[in-house]
């Protein structure tokens, strides 16, 4: 197995596709981002997310992970800029919706806990993001009406910015 991983993170062209599903290419320079101290792209997260919500058809808990294009688009346009991107999708029929968050140079991760009532917002740097777990508390409201037509008291829901977590280096 580790032949293989070293094969596609190696020699051949870099723009050679290794694999395909989603709807999503990945070429060996997608991969390589999976090396030491590189730059993770978000095609490699949104495939693996992909794959993520495919197991938990079988297994609990039940997730959708929207894509790494949701949270610039939420801060943009708001709850009515997304209202096709649920169009299919219940998202209070799921336990578990996780929403990648990129901060320019680092990746971190929110979840929605429908079970808990629960926002939970991680980061390896520790950093703090407020603006983010009220955002998904005002989307996840905004989503309740517009789907299920009756207003969801958010009001007892824990915005959480979670620190006892692996921590990760930081680059100089």
Same mark, same amino acid.
């Given at each position: 197995m580790?032949?293989?991983v070293d094969?596609? =993170?190696?020699?051949?062209?870099? @723009?050679e596709t290794l694999v395909?599903? !989603?709807n999503?290419? %990945?070429?060996r320079?997608?991969?390589q981002? =999976?090396k030491d101290?590189?730059? @993770?792209?978000d095609?490699?997260?949104n !495939?693996?997310?992909n %794959?993520l919500?495919e197991?938990?058809?079988?297994?609990?808990?039940t997730?959708?992970i929207f894509?790494?294009?949701f949270?610039?688009?939420?801060l943009?346009?708001?709850?009515?800029?997304?209202a096709r991107?649920?169009r299919?999708?219940d998202?209070?029929?799921?336990?578990?919706?996780?929403?990648p968050?990129?901060l320019?140079?680092h990746w971190c991760?929110?979840?929605i806990?429908?079970r808990?009532?629960?926002?939970?917002y991680?980061?390896?740097l520790?950093g703090?993001?407020?603006?983010c777990v009220?955002?998904l508390r005002?989307?996840i409201?905004?989503?309740?009406l517009a789907?299920k037509?009756?207003?969801?008291d958010v009001k007892?829901?824990?915005?959480?910015?979670?620190?006892?977590?692996?921590?990760?280096l930081?680059?100089?």
């Open positions: 580790m032949n293989e094969k596609a =993170l190696s020699g051949g062209p870099l @723009l395909e599903g !989603f999503i290419t %990945l070429s320079k997608d991969m981002t =999976l101290l590189t730059w @993770l792209n095609e490699v997260i !495939f693996y997310f %794959l919500m197991r938990s058809k079988k297994c609990d808990p997730i959708h894509n790494t294009f949270y610039p688009r939420l943009k346009v708001g709850h009515q800029g997304l991107w649920t299919r999708v998202l209070f029929a799921v336990d578990l919706i996780m929403i968050i990129h320019g140079m991760l929110a979840v806990d429908n808990s009532k629960t926002i939970t991680y980061d390896s520790l703090d993001n407020n603006q009220n955002a005002d989307y409201a905004a989503e309740h789907k037509k009756v207003p969801l007892n829901w824990k915005l959480v910015i979670k620190k006892d977590i692996p921590e990760q930081k680059r100089v």
